[in-house]
């Protein structure tokens, strides 16, 4: 087939591939571990396999609402309310959503305009940026403050004006492990107030929190859940990525701007699928212990490497450990991690693609959600660099 000869104007030039896609095709390609993609090596509940089952043969394979299943949405205001103690009504302010990317890019896309300033903290998860430009808006980088990964609220303030609309946390936070503490959320509050900025609270591993610390979610915080979207996964909490099923929570007057364009960009999820986890979900059993199921794999794993030449940055949630490579190379963080890939046999994610400038800080990111024979053979190589 020949190519269009018209003239292309990209509304996203200089983007490529993700460095996701691009590391585990590196790693397919060289037969390496792939501790890069964040997804389980580990089967997923074989309860949840016979639900899923259950529902496609009790005939649940049409279009499901557009708001999701109403079962679902009541699960999830129970949750909801056992979690934090917010009250969200399931038919005006919850809407389920095919994967927590897509949520965001529609949330995104029904409240930005051309000009518009989101502040986003740097590193950040890699669709925040391409979703806020390809709508018009600027993106504004407040970097997060090493070794600990902090806000420094000083300088988020001076970024903050009137051409500020939307404010994007992420925590437990992609990259980095690190969390927002009370004190950030009440910083936040006491920033947005009296304005008309909205939040968006990326919390897709809220369930993925250690060593005994809360999970600060806005929807503690109602001063702050009145001008927020709160973004959450099925795939961080069931172990099933690959079903690409997430919901948002909102107020009525925000969730009413988001499902006019969810009905045009997705519509509806997957109905057996949101049949199978509203059943699912309705046993606490299976997810409120996944603080100690994924803590324990964390350690397990810096056990593993605690002698290595790698400098162990703390993590206090997701299933991502950051370790420090500037005493092994003064290479690049991509060069390194594709050396790695391909000599070592052993795949991660360099940080400095989640900045806008491509900071480098001789820092890797590895996923930990692997079974303990996958963290130990990819320990082995670790010690051995």
């Not at 702050?224 to 690409?244: D, I, M, P, Q």
């Not at 400098?311 to 594709?338: H, N, V």
Request: charged residues 25%; hydrophobic residues 40%.
């Amino acid at each position: 087939m020949q190519n269009f000869s018209g003239t292309i104007t990209s509304k996203l030039p200089g983007t490529e591939s993700s460095i996701f896609a691009v590391m585990s095709a590196l790693a397919n390609e060289n037969g390496a571990i792939n501790l890069s993609q964040g997804f389980p090596d580990f089967p997923i509940s074989e309860k949840l396999i016979e639900l899923v089952h259950k529902y496609m043969k009790k005939g649940m394979n049409q279009y499901a609402p557009m708001l999701g299943i109403p079962t679902l949405r009541e699960v999830i205001a129970e949750k909801v309310f056992n979690t934090y103690a917010a009250t969200y009504h399931p038919d005006k302010e919850i809407n389920i959503t095919a994967g927590a990317t897509q949520a965001l890019y529609t949330i995104i896309s029904a409240m930005i305009h051309d000009g518009d300033e989101v502040l986003i903290f740097e590193p950040a998860y890699d669709s925040y940026i391409p979703a806020i430009r390809i709508n018009g808006g600027i993106p504004i980088h407040a970097q997060l403050q090493a070794p600990d990964y902090h806000i420094d609220w000083d300088i988020v303030k001076k970024m903050i004006n009137k051409n500020t609309k939307m404010i994007i946390i992420n925590s437990p936070q992609n990259p980095t492990g690190s969390i927002l503490k009370k004190e950030d959320l009440k910083m936040l509050s006491k920033l947005t107030e009296k304005t008309d900025i909205v939040i968006v609270s990326d919390e897709v591993y809220e369930h993925l929190i250690y060593d005994g610390i809360r999970h600060e979610s806005v929807c503690y915080y109602p001063e702050l859940a009145e001008r927020s979207f709160v973004v959450y996964s099925f795939g961080k909490t069931l172990h099933a990525t690959g079903w690409k099923m997430g919901y948002v929570l909102a107020p009525e007057n925000l969730m009413k701007e988001f499902r006019k364009v969810h009905q045009f960009n997705v519509f509806t999820c997957n109905t057996p699928i949101q049949y199978a986890i509203a059943e699912y979900l309705k046993d606490q059993e299976n997810y409120i212990h996944l603080n100690e199921f994924y803590q324990q794999k964390r350690d397990f794993f810096v056990s593993l490497i605690k002698d290595s030449r790698f400098k162990i940055i703390p993590c206090f949630g997701t299933y991502f450990q950051l370790l420090d490579f500037s005493k092994i190379t003064d290479e690049k963080e991509t060069d390194f991690a594709i050396r790695m890939t391909k000599e070592y046999k052993l795949a991660s994610i360099p940080l400095s693609p989640f900045y806008h400038n491509n900071k480098d800080n001789k820092m890797l990111r590895f996923c930990f959600a692997k079974t303990e024979d996958t963290m130990k053979k990819a320990a082995e190589i670790l010690n051995k660099i």
